[in-house]
């Protein structure tokens, strides 16, 4: 069966790498196969070793040499570039046999969501089998105009990437446990944001409405957000059990035996 890839997507050091790492270490202690993706040519130092690594392949600072580009544009070309390798990075994860393929994405989340060169990815490492794990930053979503925000662009990556998603609350053990309970009510009830717009910001209804929040919700945004937390472990069977309600209907995948 094909590998389910896993997108952690989100904004710049929100969470992404340090996830994807301990997601896989949480895998694999319970017994499941999974590996690690670096899709950031420009990633300078992970703290962790991608299983495989488009740096194999593609390297920011030769693409800034090799064309005459400076940082921005080089990370451009070398999304694009990354389309062309994709194939071969394919038949490399085709090789593990893994049940889990975990996708740390580039820090600049717009590289990833607008440029073409990521459904061609998405393709080629298939597209039945993706989902988007979408990291909410907590120093952002934990003030009510932050989360609209967040939830702006958490509805902006699944309406490029049609692919399933799952929106986390990243570093949950940097809030206060008020500031988790809210961030969570505003996720579930929209009249419960708004109302905090309005507490925080006379002009809200100016700006926005219930109607819009609520129009979110189309393109996939505004569900519970799931709070997770590397450090604490906290949320990470709950990533497992959500992406496998959304990968096989519910269905366990079997676990191997320990004996
Ligand atoms: N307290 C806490 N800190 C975290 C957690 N996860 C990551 N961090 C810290 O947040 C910072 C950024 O983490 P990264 O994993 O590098 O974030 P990223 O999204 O991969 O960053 P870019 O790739 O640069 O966009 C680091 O200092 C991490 O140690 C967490 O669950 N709790
Ligand atoms: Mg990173």
Redesign the pocket.
Known sequence: MAAKNLYFV?T????????TNAFQTWLNNQGYDAITLNL?PG?DSLLYAPDVDVRDWIKLDEVMRDYGLGPNGAQIAAADLLALNIKEISQVIAGYDTDYVLI?T??QLELFTFRQSSLVVIDELGRESSMIAFLFDPSLAKTPNGFVSSLMLAATVHFRLPIPMLSLL??V??LSQKERDLVKGWSEDYYALFSSLLDENVDAQTQVSVEFLQALETVGAGRTVIPV???TGEGLEDIYSLAQQIFEGGEDIERPSRD
Not at 12 to 19: D, P
């Open positions: 989100g710049a050091g929100c969470g992404k790498s340090t996830l950031d990633a740390d580039p820090g990243s570093k053990d940097v937390s590397s450090d």
